[in-house]
């Protein structure tokens, strides 16, 4: 069921090639965003979890081992480059809705870091989100928050 999903999503993809690797990319940029601040907590592995479930339409417990997996890479990884090279490939919502995760996991201990920004900014530029549309992922997570969703 999973490989129907992930060739579902490969169809709307703009690199077919990308795309097997696309949740294990959100999910190392989404651990990235966790982890900048030195505070991984369980609510952050949740909304990464969610997210996976949410973009990818994966079952929980996929979801969850993707995360592991990530976890171990992001560790490893010298740079992000691995991940937004993937993502680079995704449709602009797409990249719209890895922008919003970032924001969602970042903002999701109530305040942001200088460091957690700084990532945010260059993801973006990694992977061709403007500012503004930065911007504006971050003020609707920020109502999604504040409404308690």
Known sequence: MLN?????FAAKSA?????????????????????SDDHYTIIERKLIDRALIREFN?????AAAIRVRAETAQADAADIYKFTKTAK??????KIALVEALWRVIL???HKSDWEDALVRRVCGLVYVSD??????????ESELAAGR
């Open 4 to 8: 129907r999903l992930i060739d579902l």
């Open 15 to 35: 690199a077919p090639s990308a795309v097997d690797d696309a949740p294990f990319a959100v999910a190392g940029l989404l651990v990235e965003a966790a982890r």
């Open 58 to 62: 994966v079952a929980p417990e996929n």
């Open 89 to 94: 490939n995704f449709t602009p919502e797409q």
């Open 108 to 110: 999701s201990d109530g």
């Open 132 to 141: 503004r549309d930065s911007g504006l992922a971050r003020q609707r997570v």
